[in-house]
């Protein structure tokens, strides 16, 4: 099991930049991918991207192309993602999950689950 902590959510205006935190402890970090995904109030959670095990391949939904970024340092047990040119849409809860698999290809796959951070944009 890891257990995950998303951490550096909150208000910004529109335009803004926010980097999020997602701080492993628990088994060893390096051999899990890890995905974010995001919750809008009324709205189904979904996928926002996801990062192997390496940090060398990412994949991302295709709303946020171009505007966000996803790293990782196994040395420090943390996966980032950085948010730029935010929108008042992309307000919602963000988080953070781990798989143990290759290539996850849906929420399914991800076992381990952090608790979410609020991410809110101002328009």
């Known amino acids: 099991q890891v257990q995950l902590v998303e951490s550096g959510g909150g208000l910004v205006q529109a335009g803004g930049s926010l980097r999020l935190s997602c701080a492993a402890s628990?088994?060893?970090?390096?051999?899990?991918?890890v995905g974010w995904f995001r919750q809008a109030p009324g709205k189904e959670r979904e996928f926002v991207g996801r990062i192997n095990w390496s940090g060398a391949g990412t994949y991302y939904a295709e709303f946020v192309k171009g505007r966000f970024t996803i790293s990782r340092s196994n040395a420090k047990n943390t996966v980032y993602l950085q948010m730029n040119s935010l929108k008042p849409e992309d307000t919602a809860v963000y988080y953070c999950?781990?798989?143990?698999?290759?290539?996850?290809?849906?929420?399914?796959?991800?076992?381990?689950w952090g608790q979410g951070t609020q991410v809110t944009v101002s328009s």
């Open positions: 628990g088994r060893t970090f390096s051999g899990y991918a």
């Open positions: 999950a781990a798989s143990g698999r290759v290539v996850p290809r849906s929420q399914d796959d991800y076992e381990n």
